[in-house]
């Protein structure tokens, strides 16, 4: 089985782990297609060529780059032709002028083709985004969903196809590793973390109001850009926590399990807004598998990522954030057991293998669902 593979999510260079698992699946030939870097509002990530191997990497240039709704891959076509891939996984969603295209281009040379999904809200969109969603729906042999309520939006939507639910990316549990010490020596102040785009839905006044709110000896630890940036180091200059809290920018992935690493605990503070809720919250994987305990809200899809492996508090409650932390912060017994239980639950349930062994899977179905001759038959009864 030939598969296209199409993603701005894979210049991260700890991503494309899982593409070479799914290039260790005996029936996979795959191709990866990736733009040079990426844009967005904290900055722009270049191309990392961290996991290569057993896989084709193809940098293919990208239109309108930074827009969401809007980029585009022009040189698309020629790389199908190419190609010829049995399957083509467009690893975006289905509103997206980058999925419409994808999927027109695929349709036009009888490829099957699918997507892949995050939204967890209700949202209906305007034109032209909606009639490319329906687009989408109407010539794609599978969907991939990233966590249970963006499968019931699908299917709200009236999307008809198959749907599994996979995460869009594992972890790495070699990389991602645990101190060999396990927890930090009491003697070192209590180290709070966070990790990720610095933007209101993260919530990141509310961790800054709880952690005014804990006694004793403690640092924060804030790695991300965006937006916010400016405005919390202004809040954590009038709270006076200059010498306490810090903003870090960001590092390359391959260095993320040594931040991990140096902390007690990683916060995940989201709150869900009118447009967006906490799709999954990888940085809790990423630490969990470091066995780092991990606090997060129960916005969205973070209290099933958890499970019994860390802490959940009410979104937007402060004082129920600071207890959470003050009651990790007297008993190194309890982080050293979320801690394991994080890692445990991490390599069970969250690995790039595993994702990649159920992406293969839905390969294989859809394409059973769907089978070659059958494209030309949708192709005759959906024109126009």
Not at 291 to 310: L, N
Not at 351 to 378: D, G, I, N
Request: charged residues 25%; aromatic residues 10%.
């Amino acid at each position: 089985m030939r598969v296209l593979y199409l993603s701005k999510a894979c210049v991260v260079g700890a991503y494309q782990r899982k593409l070479e698992e799914l290039a260790r699946e005996p029936d996979i030939e795959l191709v990866a297609a990736v733009p040079p870097s990426w844009h967005d509002s904290g900055g722009s990530s270049p191309l990392e060529r961290l996991h290569t191997a057993g896989y084709e990497l193809v940098v293919v240039p990208v239109r309108f780059n930074g827009h969401f709704h809007w980029h585009y891959y022009p040189g698309l076509g020629k790389l199908l032709d190419r190609v010829r891939p049995d399957i083509f996984h467009v690893d975006e969603e289905p509103y997206n002028l980058a999925t419409f295209h994808a999927v027109r281009s695929a349709r036009q040379r009888k490829l099957p083709a699918l997507f892949f999904t995050w939204q967890n809200l209700a949202r209906h969109y305007p034109p032209p985004f909606s009639w490319m969603e329906r687009y989408v729906f109407r010539h794609t042999v599978g969907a991939i969903a990233g966590n249970r309520e963006a499968a019931v939006v699908l299917q709200d939507k009236g999307y008809c196809g198959p749907v599994d639910i996979i995460p869009q990316f594992g972890v790495d549990p070699e990389q991602f590793s645990p101190r060999k010490d396990r927890v930090l020596p009491e003697s070192d102040p209590f180290t709070i973390g966070f990790a990720g785009r610095l933007v209101p839905e993260k919530g990141l006044f509310v961790l800054l109001d709880a952690v005014r709110q804990l006694r004793g000896d403690w640092r924060l630890r804030v790695l991300g850009r965006g937006p916010l940036r400016d405005a919390l180091r202004q809040r954590i200059h009038d709270a006076g926590l200059q010498s306490r809290a810090t903003l870090e920018g960001t590092r390359p992935s391959a260095k993320m399990p040594e931040f991990y690493r140096g902390l007690d605990v990683l916060v995940l503070p989201s709150l869900t807004l009118v447009n967006w809720k906490e799709q999954f919250g990888r940085v809790l994987i990423e630490a969990m598998a470091c066995g780092v305990p991990v606090v997060g809200s129960d916005s969205g899809e973070i209290p099933r990522v958890i499970g019994d492996a860390g802490l959940v508090f009410p979104e937007g409650n402060s004082e129920a954030l600071a207890a959470h932390l003050a009651r990790l912060c007297k008993s190194v017994e309890e982080r050293a057991m979320l801690g394991q239980r994080g890692r445990r639950r991490a390599v069970e349930h969250f690995t790039h293998q595993q994702v990649a062994q159920q992406t293969a899977m839905a390969y294989r179905r859809f394409l059973q669902s769907s089978p070659p001759s059958s494209l030309s038959e949708k192709e005759s009864t959906t024109t126009g």
